[in-house]
T-cell receptor, first 108, second 113 residues
Framework: DAKTTQPTSMDCAEGRAANLPCNHSTISGNEYVYWYRQIHSQGPQYIIHGLKNNETNEMASLIITEDRKSSTLILPHATLRDTAVYYCIGQGAQKLVFGQGTRLTINP | SAVISQKPSRDICQRGTSLTIQCQVDSQVTMMFWYRQQPGQSLTLIATANQGSEATYESGFVIDKFPISRPNLTFSTLTVSNMSPEDSSIYLC??????????FGQGTRLTVV
């Protein structure tokens, strides 16, 4: 599994777009980029994943650079309930290897 | 999707004792995963449990300390044996469905005194 690097913490104003970066320069060609989040005292929750193309679902958008060495998770209209630790994971095998993640705080 | 129930949700245990954590899934899954999350830390994979075979443990985790059972495709248990205060953590069960996203239980918050 690829090693990922994320900022330790970020702040965002409520209603604005939250852009969370992730570096995964060692990712291999068959490894997907997954994003999960963990709200305090809960189990991690799947957000989105992608291989090469940008992806969008009801929760977020995922922008992957053409060289696949980095990606950005976008929460288009952040709410207070989006305050959580966000994990970027490069996954080839079925098991998930979690890094330290980014603690995102949404401020009113 | 998958709904995972973990029991107990929390417990306070005496050092030297053992605790068995149960994980029940509402659908049949091939692989189940057990994670540990120490206070203020990220999740660390303990082992992968396949039905009908021995669990596969990650580096730093051994079967004598964390025995795992997987009697069928919807159920698994993790036992934390001979507990010490350093075992105080949240233990989480996870499954992967359709080879895409993983689903997690709410975790078992263990305090060893």
């Amino acid at each position: 599994d690829a090693k990922t690097t994320q900022p330790t913490s970020m702040d965002c104003a409520e209603g604005r777009a939250a852009n969370l970066p992730c570096n995964h320069s060692t990712i291999s060609g068959n490894e997907y980029v997954y994003w999960y989040r963990q709200i305090h005292s809960q189990g991690p929750q799947y957000i989105i994943h992608g291989l090469k193309n940008n992806e969008t679902n009801e929760m977020a958008s995922l922008i992957i650079t053409e060289d696949r060495k980095s990606s950005t998770l976008i929460l288009p209209h952040a709410t207070l309930r989006d305050t959580a630790v966000y994990y970027c994971i490069g996954q080839g095998a079925q098991k998930l290897v979690f890094g330290q993640g980014t603690r995102l705080t949404i401020n009113p | 999707s998958a709904v995972i129930s973990q029991k107990p949700s929390r417990d306070i245990c005496q050092r030297g004792t053992s605790l068995t954590i149960q994980c029940q899934v509402d659908s049949q899954v091939t692989m189940m995963f057990w994670y540990r999350q120490q206070p203020g830390q990220s999740l660390t994979l303990i082992a992968t449990a396949n039905q009908g075979s021995e669990a596969t443990y990650e580096s730093g985790f051994v079967i004598d300390k964390f025995p795992i059972s997987r009697p069928n495709l919807t159920f698994s248990t993790l036992t934390v044996s001979n507990m010490s205060p350093e075992d105080s953590s949240i233990y989480l069960c996870s499954v992967e469905v359709m080879g895409t996203e993983a689903f997690f239980g709410q975790g078992t918050r263990l305090t060893v005194v």
